[in-house]
Structures are given as C-alpha cells and as structure tokens.
C-alpha cells in the first residue's frame, strides 16, 4: 500500500477515530477543524471544576466501539458504571418510569393500556428484524400496537417534542433501536439499565485520543473553517480553508451533509443531483440551558417531559449519574429540547431563553428556587438531530462521493440507530476500512 496524505474535515469522534486506524498503515493525516477544539457534538467545556459536555452524553453497555476505543487509549479504570433512573412528567404529576412495577402503578394508563404498552416493548426488546419498521411510521405503529391512550400519554409527546413538525415521519425503525438498545444496557438479572460516564467527563477520552494522534504525528489544526473541496490537477483533492489551501491525495468528510454541500463547487452542473440528495437529510438543531445547583430537584437521572406546553423536552439530573464530589458538591442540569433551524430559540437572547425554561421548570418542582442556581451556560448546536423518515435509506448518502478520491462519514449515515459517540467511532473505523480496501 502507498503512503498517501490523507486530510480529514472535522475533528469529532468520527474523524480522529479514522485518522487513528488510517495510522496503523502508515498514512500521513491531516485533520481540519473549523471550531476551536476537537470531539464535535460529544465536546465539553469547564463548568463548577469539571468538564462537562456541551450536550449530556452517556454509553451504554452495548456501545461496543467506543468501549473497545477505552480500551485502546488504556482508559478502562476512567470508565464508571452506573444505575440509570428514569422518571415521566405528565399531566402536572412527576411519576417513576423505571421498572415493570412502575408501568403497572403508573395511573395515567388504564390497565389494559399499561398491559399492551408492556407487551409491545418487551417484543421490541427482544425482536431483532429491524427492517420490517423500516417503512411504517413509529406513530402508526405505536397507535396500532399500544393502543389510542398509550401512544397519547407516552409516545405521541415524544415524538412531537423530539421531532416538532417530523414526527408523523419518523420510521418505526428509529424508535425500535432506541427500546432495544437501551433494554439490552443491563447486566444479566438485573432490572436497572446501567449507564457509563468517565471521570472527568467524555473529554477525558477526547483528550487521549487527540494526545495520541498528535504523537504519532498526526497534524490537527483548529479554527479553520473550510471554505471549499475541490478536484485537482493529477487526481489530488484541495481543501481550501479562510487561512490557506491544502492539497491531498484522498479526503474524508466528517461534517454535516448540509455542511458538506456548502463545500462543494457550487458551478460544478454534475454535482446537482448529489448535493440534491444530500439536501434531502433534514435536521434539527438543539437548545439546552445548563445550570448548577444547591438543590437536588429529582430522585431521577432523566425526567422525560410529556407536556406540550414545556419549552424543553427532557430533565438531566448529572449528578443522580456522576458523582456531586466532581462538580463542587453542586448538582449539575441539563434542561433540552430540539428545535427546527428557524426556531426562535435559536435568536432569542439567552436571558430570556434561560427565564423560559426556569419558569416551566417550577411548575415541575414547585420548589425549585432560581437564587440557589450558581451558574449556567446556554448551548445551541445547530447540527443534533437528523430525520429519519420511512424512505431513509434512499436518502442516506453513500460513503463514497461522487468526487474522485472524496469521501463523507457522518452520524446521518447511522440506521437504523440514533447518533451517538459509540457510532460516531464506529463510522470513523468503517470509512477507515473502506479507504483501505481501495488504496
């Protein structure tokens, strides 16, 4: 195999992780960063002492390939186990929603309700032909299936509050991976769903992983924004960014399809139809204000909120996760919803978009007292969530661009699962693979 130089656009978990197996065979890699630091959606910053993640993360015990990434960097004894709990908001009351005793006590359903939802999830715990929900709804599905009361109460406000406008789109296949995922994070035995979380947060990995790279010569440059991809005289590729022009031999993509469209010769009359099917992946973005605390609010690592009327969709409890020692002694929060581009969460100013999201969060807990808050931090990330309606797998894009010697590896070419870090790093060492097999 010739050496090649090899440039990688974005410095996430699927970029490095390409650029960590295209070293074993002797590459040179370059990789391309347009924000100030590496590991995109899984990034942290410091808050109360600690890293902590612009959006929550956590693994599972299926997350296979970035387990298999730990081990790698040497970073097992970092990664903490813990017992998940979760908890619903519905009609005003704060319910557990943890167990199968949960479900039976769980007063909103009636009992033929609560008997059909728990049937119809256990099947899809355990039924492993994905691809016969690929091309129904999940909210047909799911009305079919858990009846008109269970689909209204638990699934409907889910999908609306995940998706907004896309949520009679979404395939059935999206939310079968969430349930058999999340159903198979258990040790044998054992009823309570166990969640990772590093000490020191995800970017204890993130660091190694970029140490590593930059030993063995691996050259990353920040804050460079890439402007244009393009073909080249002798079949190189040049990327150029708002500081210079590089020059490659082969090039892989980690960005967004929308971001990777923009990148494209836009006088280039071949490329219409792809940067077509590239547009057709729709996105949402998120808004999520983050906040520490004297209080602890909940007896619950996450609170699904089934409320329309609630500005955010889900209530992170950190620290019932990670350990309260980590931050201060303080109790961490993550308020967060998904919003569309146009969303006026996305311009509102963040004092208003913090008092929002602060006044519903008392209704929830009447006692809440937002001059106990220490400190917060709004995040909008423009680029979290993908649509995945029942005609995706037409619509995903291929690894393989039509660009000579291009490629694109991003999380809308994870399916059925949702994006996630684990599968982030699985399509880095997959486009690792097939850039192998064609050199």
Same mark, same amino acid.
């Given at each position: 195999?010739?050496?090649?130089?090899?440039?990688?656009?974005?410095?996430?978990?699927?970029?490095?992780?390409?650029?960590?197996?295209?070293?074993?065979?002797?590459?040179?890699?370059?990789?391309?960063?347009?924000?100030?630091?590496?590991?995109?959606?899984?990034?942290?910053?410091?808050?109360?002492?600690?890293?902590?993640?612009?959006?929550?993360?956590?693994?599972?015990?299926?997350?296979?390939?970035?387990?298999?990434?730990?081990?790698?960097?040497?970073?097992?004894?970092?990664?903490?186990?813990?017992?998940?709990?979760?908890?619903?908001?519905?009609?005003?009351?704060?319910?557990?929603?943890?167990?199968?005793?949960?479900?039976?006590?769980?007063?909103?359903?009636?009992?033929?309700?609560?008997?059909?939802?728990?049937?119809?999830?256990?099947?899809?715990?355990?039924?492993?032909?994905?691809?016969?929900?690929?091309?129904?709804?999940?909210?047909?599905?799911?009305?079919?299936?858990?009846?008109?009361?269970?689909?209204?109460?638990?699934?409907?406000?889910?999908?609306?509050?995940?998706?907004?406008?896309?949520?009679?789109?979404?395939?059935?296949?999206? /939310?079968?991976?969430?349930?058999?995922?999340? @159903? *198979?994070? =258990?040790?044998?035995?054992? #009823?309570?769903?166990? $969640? %990772?979380?590093?000490?020191?947060?995800?970017?204890?990995?993130?660091?190694?992983?970029?140490?590593?790279?930059?030993?063995?010569?691996?050259?990353?440059?920040?804050?460079?924004?890439?402007?244009?991809?393009?073909?080249?005289?002798?079949?190189?590729?040049?990327?150029?960014?708002?500081?210079?022009?590089?020059?490659?031999?082969?090039?892989?993509?980690?960005?967004?399809?929308?971001?990777?469209?923009?990148? /494209?010769?836009?006088?280039?009359?071949?490329? @219409? *139809?792809? =940067?077509?099917?590239?547009? #057709?992946?729709?996105? $949402? %973005?998120?808004?999520?204000?983050?906040?520490?605390?004297?209080?602890?609010?909940?007896?619950?690592?996450?609170?699904?909120?089934?409320?329309?009327?609630?500005?955010?969709?889900?209530?992170?409890?950190?620290?019932?996760?990670?350990?309260?020692?980590?931050?201060?002694?303080?109790?961490?929060?993550?308020?967060?919803?998904?919003?569309?581009?146009?969303?006026?969460?996305?311009?509102?100013?963040?004092?208003? /978009?913090?008092?929002?999201?602060?006044?519903?969060?008392?209704?929830?807990?009447?006692?809440? #007292?937002?001059?106990?808050?220490?400190?917060?931090?709004?995040?909008?990330?423009?680029?979290?969530?993908?649509?995945?309606?029942?005609?995706?797998?037409?619509?995903?894009?291929?690894?393989?661009?039509?660009?000579?010697?291009?490629?694109?590896?991003?999380?809308?070419?994870?399916?059925?699962?949702?994006?996630?870090?684990?599968?982030?790093?699985?399509?880095?060492?997959?486009?690792?693979?097939?850039?192998?097999?064609?050199?």
């Amino acid at each position: 195999m010739n050496k090649k130089h090899i440039g990688i656009i974005g410095g996430g978990l699927t970029g490095m992780t390409a650029a960590l197996e295209l070293l074993k065979d002797g590459h040179d890699i370059t990789i391309i960063e347009g924000g100030s630091q590496t590991g995109g959606l899984a990034a942290g910053f410091t808050f109360e002492g600690a890293s902590l993640e612009h959006a929550y993360h956590h693994a599972f015990k299926t997350d296979y390939d970035i387990l298999d990434l730990i081990q790698e960097l040497e970073l097992k004894d970092q990664l903490n186990w813990f017992d998940s709990s979760m908890g619903v908001y519905y009609n005003g009351q704060l319910y557990p929603f943890r167990t199968p005793i949960d479900l039976l006590k769980f007063p909103p359903l009636r009992f033929w309700s609560k008997f059909r939802l728990g049937l119809t999830v256990l099947y899809l715990q355990h039924t492993k032909n994905w691809k016969r929900f690929e091309h129904v709804t999940a909210a047909e599905w799911m009305r079919k299936h858990c009846g008109k009361q269970a689909y209204e109460v638990i699934w409907k406000p889910l999908l609306h509050g995940k998706f907004h406008q896309y949520a009679d789109q979404v395939s059935m296949a999206w /939310l079968w991976a969430r349930i058999h995922i999340r @159903a *198979n994070s =258990k040790e044998k035995g054992d #009823s309570r769903e166990k $969640l %990772g979380y590093m000490t020191g947060g995800f970017h204890t990995l993130i660091h190694a992983l970029e140490e590593r790279l930059r030993k063995e010569g691996v050259q990353i440059h920040l804050n460079e924004k890439v402007r244009g991809v393009r073909t080249a005289e002798q079949g190189t590729v040049q990327v150029e960014t708002e500081q210079k022009t590089y020059t490659f031999d082969e090039v892989i993509s980690t960005v967004s399809t929308h971001l990777f469209s923009q990148m /494209l010769d836009s006088k280039d009359t071949t490329l @219409a *139809n792809y =940067k077509k099917q590239l547009a #057709s992946v729709q996105y $949402l %973005g998120a808004a999520l204000v983050i906040f520490s605390s004297e209080q602890s609010l909940s007896p619950y690592y996450w609170v699904n909120v089934n409320d329309s009327a609630s500005p955010f969709l889900a209530f992170i409890q950190h620290t019932n996760l990670a350990p309260t020692s980590w931050y201060n002694n303080r109790q961490v929060y993550y308020l967060a919803t998904y919003v569309p581009h146009g969303h006026r969460f996305f311009t509102t100013d963040e004092a208003a /978009l913090k008092e929002e999201f602060f006044t519903y969060l008392k209704k929830i807990f009447p006692q809440f #007292s937002p001059e106990q808050i220490h400190n917060t931090q709004v995040m909008r990330l423009r680029y979290a969530q993908h649509i995945v309606d029942t005609n995706y797998a037409e619509k995903m894009p291929a690894h393989v661009t039509p660009i000579p010697h291009v490629y694109l590896a991003n999380f809308s070419q994870i399916f059925p699962e949702d994006r996630g870090m684990s599968y982030a790093i699985r399509e880095g060492r997959k486009q690792a693979q097939l850039l192998r097999e064609r050199l």
